[in-house]
């Protein structure tokens, strides 16, 4: 049981526009920033967004995230066939002291 | 660019010990906390341990305290994991991090007998 909450699937056609939630608690995304991974099993898991909302040079303007209150989104605009892969939310969680992952969603591009 | 490749994983028995190893170039190691984190067959991923620049201060996952150790060597830009009394439920892809942001490719550790 993950202590951030993720749907466990997601799915789209190209061209659509999907999101993705991560629910936490005070300790962990209401006192802490929220990043979002996208990871193909076998490869290095790749940052999409940190602190929120920020991208690393390097990621479309199709991914973006949003945080309010003890939640967090991903979205991505523009489905590509490639966006298919595992997305993973993640937060400091202070009462923890550690890092915390939400369970991962499998995104199927139809 | 930010290279991080891991090594050291392999086939152990239960109780028995490993140590990871990750060799980090491209920045300048001793500015970054560093991670180590896993993911289990058919599982997501896991943050196992961090450690401070300076190794001031270290963090641990509650399944790993006082059976795995962090360390890391400014001066050889390296990061270790030691892994002692290991378990079947350790089995894992073993991934090194630069904070949260970079990602190696990982390292295999199976516990078996």
């Known amino acids: 049981q993950s202590v951030l909450t993720q749907p466990p699937s997601a799915s789209g056609t190209p061209g659509q526009r999907v999101t993705i939630s991560c629910s936490g608690s005070?300790?962990?995304?209401?006192?802490?920033?929220v990043n979002w991974y996208q990871h193909l099993r076998g490869t290095a898991p790749k940052l999409l967004i940190y602190?929120?909302?920020q991208r690393p040079s390097g990621v479309p303007d199709r991914f973006s995230g949003s945080k309010s209150g003890t939640s967090a989104s991903l979205a991505i605009s523009g489905l590509q066939s490639e966006d298919e892969a595992d997305y993973y939310c993640?937060?400091?969680?202070?009462?923890?002291?550690?890092?915390?992952f939400g369970g991962g969603t499998k995104l199927t591009v139809l | 660019e930010v290279q991080l490749v891991e090594s050291g994983g392999g086939l152990v028995q239960p109780g028995g010990s490993l140590r990871l190893s990750c060799a980090a170039s491209?920045?300048?190691?001793?500015?970054?906390?560093m991670t180590w984190a896993r993911q289990a067959p058919g599982k997501g991923l896991e943050w196992v341990a961090n450690?401070?620049?300076?190794?001031?201060?270290?963090y641990y996952v509650d399944s790993v305290k006082g059976r795995f150790t962090i360390s890391r060597d400014n001066a050889k830009n390296s990061l270790f994991l030691q892994m002692d009394s290991l378990r079947a439920e350790d089995t894992a892809v073993y991934y090194c991090?630069?904070?949260?942001?970079?990602w190696g490719r990982g390292t295999t550790v199976t516990v078996s007998s």
């Open positions: 991090a630069r904070g949260m942001h970079v």
């Open positions: 491209g920045f300048t190691f001793s500015s970054y906390w």
């Open positions: 450690i401070k620049q300076d190794d001031s201060e270290i």
């Open positions: 005070n300790s962990n995304i209401g006192s802490n920033t």
């Open positions: 602190s929120n909302n």
């Open positions: 993640a937060a400091w969680d202070d009462s923890l002291k550690g890092w915390v």
